[in-house]
Protein backbone atom coordinates (compact mmCIF):
# COMPACT_ATOMS: atom_id res chain seq x y z
CA UNK A 1 0.00 0.00 0.00
CA UNK A 2 1.06 3.56 -0.77
CA UNK A 3 1.96 6.41 1.21
CA UNK A 4 -0.88 8.50 2.09
CA UNK A 5 -0.70 12.32 2.46
CA UNK A 6 -3.50 14.26 4.83
CA UNK A 7 -3.45 17.85 5.79
CA UNK A 8 -3.97 18.72 9.48
CA UNK A 9 -5.02 21.94 10.40
CA UNK A 10 -7.27 25.00 8.65
CA UNK A 11 -4.67 27.26 9.35
CA UNK A 12 -1.40 27.10 7.33
CA UNK A 13 -1.52 23.30 7.74
CA UNK A 14 0.89 20.65 8.26
CA UNK A 15 1.44 17.85 5.65
CA UNK A 16 0.92 15.02 7.09
CA UNK A 17 2.23 11.52 5.95
CA UNK A 18 1.67 7.70 6.25
CA UNK A 19 4.23 5.30 5.38
CA UNK A 20 3.97 1.22 5.43
CA UNK A 21 7.71 -0.34 5.51
CA UNK A 22 9.59 -0.37 2.31
CA UNK A 23 7.68 2.64 1.20
CA UNK A 24 8.97 6.06 0.76
CA UNK A 25 8.38 9.72 -0.49
CA UNK A 26 10.50 12.44 -1.36
CA UNK A 27 9.91 16.24 -0.88
CA UNK A 28 11.58 19.46 -1.12
CA UNK A 29 15.12 20.46 1.08
CA UNK A 30 14.27 21.12 4.75
CA UNK A 31 10.48 20.20 4.60
CA UNK A 32 10.50 18.07 7.27
CA UNK A 33 9.38 18.87 10.54
CA UNK A 34 8.46 15.21 12.62
CA UNK A 35 9.08 11.72 11.88
CA UNK A 36 8.67 8.47 14.07
CA UNK A 37 11.87 6.83 14.41
CA UNK A 38 10.61 3.50 12.24
CA UNK A 39 11.51 6.32 9.61
CA UNK A 40 15.13 7.32 8.07
CA UNK A 41 15.37 10.76 6.12
CA UNK A 42 18.60 10.94 3.90
CA UNK A 43 19.52 13.80 0.55
CA UNK A 44 19.41 12.41 -2.63
CA UNK A 45 19.38 13.63 -6.34
CA UNK A 46 15.85 13.00 -7.52
CA UNK A 47 16.27 11.85 -11.10
CA UNK A 48 20.58 11.98 -11.58
CA UNK A 49 22.69 14.53 -11.67
CA UNK A 50 21.07 16.50 -14.76
CA UNK A 51 17.63 16.49 -13.52
CA UNK A 52 18.98 18.25 -10.28
CA UNK A 53 20.96 20.58 -12.24
CA UNK A 54 18.08 21.77 -13.79
CA UNK A 55 15.32 21.73 -10.76
CA UNK A 56 17.97 23.96 -9.64
CA UNK A 57 18.25 25.87 -12.44
CA UNK A 58 14.56 26.36 -12.55
CA UNK A 59 13.30 27.24 -8.70
CA UNK A 60 17.05 27.87 -7.69
CA UNK A 61 16.70 24.71 -5.11
CA UNK A 62 18.82 22.46 -3.31
CA UNK A 63 20.42 20.19 -5.52
CA UNK A 64 19.08 17.72 -3.10
CA UNK A 65 15.94 16.72 -1.99
CA UNK A 66 15.06 14.84 0.82
CA UNK A 67 14.06 11.32 1.23
CA UNK A 68 11.75 9.90 3.88
CA UNK A 69 11.79 5.89 4.13
CA UNK A 70 9.96 3.71 5.87
CA UNK A 71 12.73 1.09 6.71
CA UNK A 72 12.02 -0.53 9.93
CA UNK A 73 8.55 -0.54 9.52
CA UNK A 74 5.41 1.54 9.33
CA UNK A 75 5.34 5.58 10.22
CA UNK A 76 4.32 8.88 10.35
CA UNK A 77 6.26 12.36 9.51
CA UNK A 78 4.63 15.99 8.96
CA UNK A 79 6.54 18.41 6.63
CA UNK A 80 5.82 22.20 6.29
CA UNK A 81 6.98 24.36 3.22
CA UNK A 82 9.45 26.84 3.49
CA UNK A 83 6.88 30.21 3.13
CA UNK A 84 3.66 30.57 5.21
CA UNK A 85 0.64 29.45 2.98
CA UNK A 86 -1.61 26.61 2.45
CA UNK A 87 -0.87 23.27 0.17
CA UNK A 88 -2.85 20.76 -1.69
CA UNK A 89 -2.65 17.82 -2.42
CA UNK A 90 -2.98 16.79 -6.33
CA UNK A 91 -4.13 13.33 -7.79
CA UNK A 92 -1.59 12.36 -10.97
CA UNK A 93 -2.07 10.23 -13.25
CA UNK A 94 -4.80 11.14 -15.83
CA UNK A 95 -4.32 14.50 -15.19
CA UNK A 96 -0.83 15.85 -15.31
CA UNK A 97 0.61 19.39 -13.96
CA UNK A 98 3.02 22.00 -14.66
CA UNK A 99 3.90 23.80 -10.96
CA UNK A 100 4.97 27.13 -10.49
CA UNK A 101 8.25 28.01 -9.36
CA UNK A 102 8.53 27.02 -5.26
CA UNK A 103 5.24 25.26 -5.79
CA UNK A 104 6.64 21.46 -5.11
CA UNK A 105 6.22 19.91 -1.41
CA UNK A 106 6.37 16.42 -1.77
CA UNK A 107 5.65 13.28 -3.93
CA UNK A 108 4.76 10.02 -3.77
CA UNK A 109 7.88 7.56 -4.85
CA UNK A 110 5.84 6.64 -8.55
CA UNK A 111 5.35 10.63 -9.46
CA UNK A 112 8.52 12.41 -10.72
CA UNK A 113 8.82 15.88 -11.03
CA UNK A 114 10.95 16.59 -13.86
CA UNK A 115 12.37 19.88 -15.25
CA UNK A 116 11.57 20.05 -18.88
CA UNK A 117 12.39 22.94 -21.59
CA UNK A 118 9.13 25.23 -21.55
CA UNK A 119 7.43 25.02 -24.58
CA UNK A 120 6.09 28.78 -23.95
CA UNK A 121 9.08 30.25 -25.18
CA UNK A 122 7.50 33.74 -23.94
CA UNK A 123 6.68 32.52 -20.57
CA UNK A 124 10.36 31.88 -20.87
CA UNK A 125 11.14 35.92 -21.16
CA UNK A 126 8.97 36.68 -18.23
CA UNK A 127 7.76 35.87 -15.05
CA UNK A 128 7.46 33.26 -12.47
CA UNK A 129 6.88 30.19 -14.87
CA UNK A 130 10.43 28.67 -14.36
CA UNK A 131 12.38 30.71 -16.99
CA UNK A 132 13.73 28.35 -19.47
CA UNK A 133 12.60 25.15 -17.68
CA UNK A 134 9.46 24.24 -15.92
CA UNK A 135 8.49 21.37 -13.74
CA UNK A 136 6.39 18.70 -14.99
CA UNK A 137 4.85 15.82 -13.23
CA UNK A 138 4.57 12.39 -14.48
CA UNK A 139 3.90 8.40 -13.24
CA UNK A 140 0.73 8.15 -11.03
CA UNK A 141 0.39 8.68 -7.50
CA UNK A 142 0.33 12.55 -5.67
CA UNK A 143 1.69 15.47 -5.66
CA UNK A 144 1.70 18.05 -2.89
CA UNK A 145 1.99 21.98 -3.86
CA UNK A 146 2.16 25.22 -1.55
CA UNK A 147 0.92 29.00 -2.62
CA UNK A 148 1.38 32.09 -0.59
CA UNK A 149 -1.75 32.49 1.28
CA UNK A 150 -5.14 30.78 0.82
CA UNK A 151 -5.69 28.12 -2.43
CA UNK A 152 -8.74 28.18 -4.49
CA UNK A 153 -9.26 26.07 -7.76
CA UNK A 154 -10.54 27.14 -11.08
CA UNK A 155 -11.53 25.12 -13.72
CA UNK A 156 -11.34 26.40 -17.53
CA UNK A 157 -13.47 25.22 -19.81
CA UNK A 158 -13.57 25.58 -23.68
CA UNK A 159 -14.81 28.90 -24.66
CA UNK A 160 -14.26 30.29 -21.48
CA UNK A 161 -10.51 31.22 -21.41
CA UNK A 162 -9.67 32.23 -17.56
CA UNK A 163 -6.96 35.23 -17.43
CA UNK A 164 -4.71 35.05 -13.88
CA UNK A 165 -1.96 37.41 -12.81
CA UNK A 166 1.33 35.42 -13.30
CA UNK A 167 2.47 35.81 -9.05
CA UNK A 168 -0.92 33.87 -8.22
CA UNK A 169 -0.36 30.87 -10.11
CA UNK A 170 0.70 28.14 -8.26
CA UNK A 171 -0.11 24.96 -10.79
CA UNK A 172 -1.87 24.06 -13.73
CA UNK A 173 -3.49 21.15 -15.62
CA UNK A 174 -0.75 20.33 -18.07
CA UNK A 175 -3.42 19.78 -21.08
CA UNK A 176 -4.28 23.11 -20.90
CA UNK A 177 -2.72 25.84 -23.46
CA UNK A 178 -1.38 28.82 -21.71
CA UNK A 179 0.06 32.35 -23.12
CA UNK A 180 1.57 34.84 -20.91
CA UNK A 181 1.01 38.66 -21.51
CA UNK A 182 2.17 42.24 -20.05
CA UNK A 183 -1.62 43.36 -20.02
CA UNK A 184 -4.93 42.16 -20.57
CA UNK A 185 -5.76 44.54 -22.82
CA UNK A 186 -7.27 43.53 -26.17
CA UNK A 187 -5.09 46.47 -28.02
CA UNK A 188 -2.61 45.02 -30.29
CA UNK A 189 1.57 45.99 -29.77
CA UNK A 190 3.88 45.47 -27.24
CA UNK A 191 4.44 49.01 -26.49
CA UNK A 192 0.28 49.83 -26.05
CA UNK A 193 0.32 46.83 -23.80
CA UNK A 194 3.42 47.77 -21.79
CA UNK A 195 2.07 51.40 -21.37
CA UNK A 196 -1.57 49.90 -20.41
CA UNK A 197 0.44 47.44 -17.92
CA UNK A 198 2.30 50.34 -16.38
CA UNK A 199 -1.19 52.43 -15.90
CA UNK A 200 -3.13 49.92 -14.38
CA UNK A 201 -0.46 48.04 -12.33
CA UNK A 202 -1.63 44.53 -13.69
CA UNK A 203 1.59 43.29 -14.41
CA UNK A 204 2.35 39.83 -16.23
CA UNK A 205 -0.46 37.64 -16.94
CA UNK A 206 -1.10 34.07 -18.23
CA UNK A 207 -3.90 33.21 -20.37
CA UNK A 208 -5.26 29.63 -20.02
CA UNK A 209 -7.48 27.86 -22.49
CA UNK A 210 -8.48 24.55 -22.85
CA UNK A 211 -9.99 21.76 -20.34
CA UNK A 212 -8.70 21.64 -17.37
CA UNK A 213 -8.22 22.91 -13.50
CA UNK A 214 -5.57 26.14 -12.32
CA UNK A 215 -4.62 26.14 -8.63
CA UNK A 216 -4.31 29.87 -7.62
CA UNK A 217 -3.12 31.39 -4.63
CA UNK A 218 -4.53 34.51 -2.93
CA UNK A 219 -1.25 36.28 -1.99
CA UNK A 220 1.42 37.45 -4.04
CA UNK A 221 4.98 36.68 -3.59
CA UNK A 222 6.45 39.46 -5.04
CA UNK A 223 4.45 42.21 -4.60
CA UNK A 224 4.06 41.33 -0.73
CA UNK A 225 8.00 41.44 -0.98
CA UNK A 226 8.04 44.77 -2.22
CA UNK A 227 5.19 46.23 0.12
CA UNK A 228 7.52 44.96 3.00
CA UNK A 229 10.45 46.75 1.71
CA UNK A 230 8.59 50.10 1.10
CA UNK A 231 7.72 49.84 4.76
CA UNK A 232 11.40 48.42 5.82
CA UNK A 233 13.04 51.27 3.68
CA UNK A 234 15.34 49.53 1.48
CA UNK A 235 19.18 51.02 1.26
CA UNK A 236 22.10 49.75 -1.11
CA UNK A 237 23.63 47.73 1.67
CA UNK A 238 25.75 48.59 5.15
CA UNK A 239 23.27 48.30 8.48
CA UNK A 240 19.82 49.03 8.02
CA UNK A 241 19.77 47.22 4.74
CA UNK A 242 16.58 44.70 4.64
CA UNK A 243 17.05 43.44 1.07
CA UNK A 244 19.61 40.59 1.92
CA UNK A 245 17.23 39.50 4.69
CA UNK A 246 13.97 39.85 2.86
CA UNK A 247 15.77 38.07 -0.04
CA UNK A 248 16.49 34.90 2.08
CA UNK A 249 12.99 34.84 3.69
CA UNK A 250 11.18 35.36 0.11
Same mark, same amino acid.
Given at each position: ???????????????????????????????????????? *?????????????????????????????????????????? *????????????????????????????????????????????????????????????????????????????????????????????? *???????????????????????????????????????????????????????????????????????????
Amino acid at each position: MAATFSLIGTIEPFLHCNLKKGDSIYCEANAMVMMETNLE *LKGKLQGGIMQSLMRRFANDESLFQQEIEAVHGEGDCLLAPT *LDGDMQILDVGANQYTLSDGAFVAASRSVEVRANIQRNLGGAVFGDTGGFVIMQTHGTGQVVVSGFGSLFEIDVEPGKDVIIDNGHVVCWDSR *LDYSLSVSTSKKKGFMSNIINSVTSGEGMVLKFSGQGKVVICSRNRDSYKGWIQSVLGTNSGGRGSSGGFLDQIM
